[in-house]
Nanobody
């Protein structure tokens, strides 16, 4: 059974950085792409980044392009979302997803 566990969220000041991790387990995780999503209070969940199975192809939403970087380490079965130049509007619960399985989410709050 596939499981995803996010970590690394927290409180950060505007302009700061944070790195989220998504640990996968349960099957050959490197066979599938991983997506990162976020959901702010009162808003729909939105996709913000994805990376293919081998890690050599990525895509980003316009709202995070140039500030966020997605990567993965298949030897460790983990994906990362490096977030820089954070803004208050980046405040949300961040999720990773692989196939149809979601992680539990990790809260990111950007505030002074």
């Amino acid at each position: 059974q596939l499981q995803l566990v996010e970590s690394g969220g927290g409180l950060v000041q505007p302009g700061g950085s944070l790195r989220l991790s998504c640990a996968t387990s349960g099957f050959t995780a490197d066979a599938y792409a991983i997506g990162w999503f976020r959901q702010a209070p009162g808003k729909e969940r939105e996709g913000i980044a994805c990376i293919n199975n081998s890690g050599d192809s990525t895509n980003y939403a316009d709202s995070v392009k140039g500030r966020f970087t997605v990567s993965r380490d298949n030897a460790k079965n983990v994906a990362y979302l490096q977030m820089s130049s954070l803004k208050s509007e980046d405040t949300a619960v961040y999720y990773c997803k692989q196939r149809t399985t979601w992680g539990q989410g990790t809260q990111v709050t950007v505030s002074s």
